[in-house]
């Protein structure tokens, strides 16, 4: 919460609000996790589109896809390269949170140790908030219009995530959603109330100044 102006000396508390801002005033990364075709980027992108609305702060949106394409393109899938590729995301984030802003990440962090590793780069400067969507495998693959699955198990795509690759689904994360049983716009206006409630928005709904 706000230091409030009787706490001490004008000058303390400025000095205090400087180094100790309110969530609504520190960095932020916002990091979805789940299968493919679980609908962290639909949900990413709601949210992000919610926050520029908001207005406040710059708010950067790291879709997993498209980070492979331009920042990590000449790497393939071995646990090795995914480590890497989430690192890179992890590094780009903490940047954006150093600076006050707002990143959120959509890979499939497929896991734990490399979801670690992404929030011990980042709480340094900043908050990180885990989302987990917790989508089945079985909607996944009922979801998947490109055929990804399918080619998995026909061995077509090797270390495809939940196939052939383990997802180890997170055991404590900030919020976990489940997208079987809401719309996306329903999951995405259930981690904006969340933000709210914890305090990452202002009271007015915005990212605060």
Known sequence: EEIPAW??????VR??????PPR???????????LSGSGKSTLAKIIYA???????????LLDGDVVRLNLSSELGFSREHRFLNVNRIGFVASEITKNR???ICAPIAPYTQMRRSVREMIEPHGDFIEIHVATSLDACEARDRKGLYAKA?????????????????PEQPE?????EGLTPMEAAQDIYLYLLR????????????
């Open 101 to 103: 802003g707002v990143a």
């Open 15 to 20: 000095e205090l609000r400087k180094a100790y």
């Open 198 to 209: 914890e305090g990452y928005l202002d009271a007015a709904g915005s990212l605060g100044e």
């Open 175 to 179: 919020l976990r959603v489940d997208t």
């Open 50 to 60: 919610k926050l520029l609305e908001a207005g406040g702060r710059p708010v950067t």
């Open 24 to 34: 609504s005033r520190r960095g932020l990364t916002l990091f979805f996790t789940g």
């Open 7 to 12: 706490f001490s000396f004008p000058e303390v």
């Open 153 to 169: 198990r026909r061995g077509e795509i090797p270390e495809f995530t939940g196939i052939s690759d383990p997802y180890e689904i």
